[in-house]
T-cell receptor, first 113, second 118 residues
Framework: DSGVTQTPKHLITATGQRVTLRCSPRSGDLSVYWYQQSLDQGLQFLIQYYNGEERAKGNILERFSAQQFPDLHSELNLSSLELGDSALYFC????????????FGEGSRLTVL | AQSVAQPEDQVNVAEGNPLTVKCTYSVSGNPYLFWYVQYPNRGLQFLLKYITGDNLVKGSYGFEAEFNKSQTSFHLKKPSALVSDSALYFCAVRDASNRMDSSYKLIFGSGTRLLVRP
């Protein structure tokens, strides 16, 4: 168990809808990262937050947004969903003093029908 | 820009034989390199990392990795494979392009599927 908690584990929705994925980092970790894993794109970095502030942005679509709250949990919001958004979405956290290793949650599997 | 490449989509090995999963990297500056394993329907699990020091890094589950600066490689190895090692393996490099210490996202390779046959 990595200590990173993600909910929901599975989500099935329709095109055009909006969903919110939630992540609780390991106790004491200030950084939260979101990654998307799809069959044809591998593991793609979306966005990073550190102590509530956005710190790095990857290939995140404008339809997607995220935030980190004062209690350090994070949410990834996906709107106007398309079939191609079906993927596994991972949250990871890291310690400030660490050498950069990330600790991943079990992921949220999104299926868009 | 930092990047890693995993040239093999799949590696097949017999149980008890040594295994190698290849990774090459491209970074500016000193590399911070990582290996992760992903079992079916699970998240990625950290195996080991190289920051500095000994070129042979030991990690979890009997895995080790050899850092080779001249060949810009960081291959994952295990002396004797187990069927339970069958999984998806990812090499990653820390992206140091943002100088803020609190921003060090990892860039992952495309993954290599390891299949260990009994």
């Amino acid at each position: 168990d990595s200590g990173v908690t993600q909910t929901p584990k599975h989500l099935i929705t329709a095109t055009g809808q909006r969903v919110t994925l939630r992540c609780s980092p390991r106790s004491g970790d200030l950084s939260v990262y979101w990654y998307q894993q799809s069959l044809d794109q591998g593991l793609q970095f979306l966005i990073q937050y550190y102590n509530g502030e956005e710190r790095a942005k990857g290939n995140i679509l404008e339809r997607f947004s995220a935030q980190q709250f004062p209690d350090l949990h994070s949410e990834l919001n996906l709107s106007s969903l398309e079939l191609g958004d079906s993927a596994l979405y991972f949250c990871a956290s890291s310690a400030l003093q660490g050498a950069g290793e990330l600790f991943f949650g079990e992921g949220s599997r999104l299926t868009v029908l | 820009a930092q990047s890693v490449a995993q040239p093999e989509d799949q590696v097949n090995v017999a149980e008890g034989n040594p295994l190698t999963v290849k990774c090459t990297y491209s970074v500016s500056g000193n590399p911070y390199l990582f290996w992760y394993v992903q079992y079916p329907n699970r998240g990625l699990q950290f195996l080991l990392k190289y920051i500095t020091g000994d070129n042979l890094v030991k990690g979890s589950y009997g895995f080790e990795a050899e850092f080779n600066k001249s060949q810009t490689s960081f291959h994952l190895k295990k002396p004797s494979a187990l069927v339970s090692d069958s999984a998806l393996y990812f090499c990653a490099v820390r992206d140091a392009s943002n100088r803020m210490d609190s921003s060090y996202k990892l860039i992952f390779g495309s993954g290599t599927r390891l299949l260990v046959r009994p």
